[in-house]
Structure formats: structure tokens, C-alpha cells
């Protein structure tokens, strides 16, 4: 009898040691079950924090791209106050310089220099065509003013007044003229002074030097 008992004994402790183990199996299985729910929702929580992230910086980038377009449209107001042709000599005539166009109120002004010009008088015009090709033959006949008259020499920006240094500067204004009407266009450098007694050409002569207005 006291065999069966220690038996009986020893069977209900390893019973108790198998049940717990099986216990302790289960709550580690649920806890790990746990662990990668918690793990998976973390990452699924990141990957929704990074596409907003992505899609705020996409915003932020495309805002930047507004502000830089709207800057480079507000741009040009500042560049359509001056324009600048600058003179290359035409047929070897060693002739060069600088015509700036400034928009002042309602007004141009036209700051002109040329270097490599022969004593005498050289008359300046603004042409129809943005081309100095052909010797300037290219840059076709003088642009008509709005401003113009059937009497007046078309285009006129004046002349050149050189005495023995070859080189002179002019400072004129023009009256009733946009920017958009010379812009591209040529200004062309002739020979001669103006003759006024020949509008609208004004028979300045053969044409030394060329420059698009830009």
C-alpha cells in the first residue's frame, strides 16, 4: 500500500510539471502572437508616417516650383525695363559698341557707344528684321515708329558725332515707344550722318555695324 501511494504520488507531480509546461508553451505562443501583431501594426504605422512624409515633401517641393515659376514670371517686368543690342562690325569695318534701350514712364531712353568709327557723322536706326546677316542686309529696312510721320526718318536713334578719336557715346530720348516694339529687332550703324531732306531712309549710307536688341 505504501508503494501504491508514493506512486500514486509521483504520477499527480510529473502530471502537474507536464500541464504547467504546456501552460507556460501557450502564454509564451500568445505572447509572441502578441509581439508580431504589435510589431506588424508599428510597421504598417511607419509606412503610413513615410507616405504622408513623401506626399507632404511632394507638396512642399511642388509649392516651390510655384513660387520659383511665379518668381521667374515677376522676373521679366524687372528685364523688359532694359534691353541691349550690341554691335559687331560688318565687312571688316572695325567697328563695334553698344546701344541700351531703358524704359523710362512713357519714355526710352537710349544710351549709344561705338568705337573703330571714322571722323564725321554715322546715323543709327533701329531695322525691321532681328538679322544681322548678309552685312546687315539681313536686318531689312528701317522699323517704322508709331511715332513716325511720311516726313520723318524712320527708326531714327540719332548719330554718331566723331571728331579724331573714332569712338563716341550718345544719349537720346524717345518719346510714344515701347519696349515690345524694338525688341528683337536690329539696330544698324550706317556710314554717313542723316539727310533729313531724304525720309524715311534718310541716304545715311552703307551699313558698318549691327546689333540685335534682346
Known amino acids: 500500500m505504501r508503494n501504491f501511494w508514493m506512486i500514486a504520488a509521483l504520477c499527480a507531480g510529473a502530471f502537474t510539471i507536464t500541464a504547467c509546461s504546456e501552460g507556460d508553451q501557450q502564454q509564451a505562443e500568445e505572447a509572441m502572437e502578441d509581439a508580431q501583431t504589435t510589431a506588424e501594426q508599428a510597421m504598417d504605422d511607419a509606412g503610413d508616417a513615410a507616405d504622408e512624409a513623401m506626399t507632404e515633401a511632394g507638396e512642399s517641393m511642388d509649392d516651390m516650383d510655384d513660387a520659383a515659376d511665379e518668381a521667374m514670371a515677376e522676373e521679366p517686368a524687372a528685364d523688359s525695363n532694359q534691353v541691349t543690342a550690341t554691335l559687331e562690325e560688318v565687312d571688316g569695318s572695325g567697328v563695334s559698341g553698344q546701344v541700351e534701350f531703358t ?53 531714327n536713334l540719332g548719330e554718331f558725332n566723331v571728331a579724331d578719336s573714332g569712338s563716341d557715346n550718345e544719349l537720346i530720348t524717345l518719346s510714344g515707344l515701347s519696349m515690345d516694339v524694338i525688341r528683337g529687332k536690329a539696330v544698324v550703324v550706317h556710314e554717313k550722318g542723316n539727310d533729313h531732306s531724304s525720309p524715311p531712309v534718310g541716304a545715311a549710307g552703307g551699313r558698318i555695324a549691327c546689333g540685335v536688341i534682346n
Open 103 to 155: 524704359a523710362m514712364g512713357e519714355d526710352i531712353q537710349v544710351y549709344a557707344e561705338a568705337s573703330g568709327l571714322a571722323a564725321g557723322k554715322h546715323a543709327f536706326h533701329v531695322h525691321a528684321n532681328g538679322d544681322c546677316g548678309d552685312n546687315a542686309q539681313a536686318a531689312g529696312p528701317h522699323l517704322k515708329f508709331p511715332s513716325d510721320g511720311d516726313d520723318d526718318i524712320h527708326g
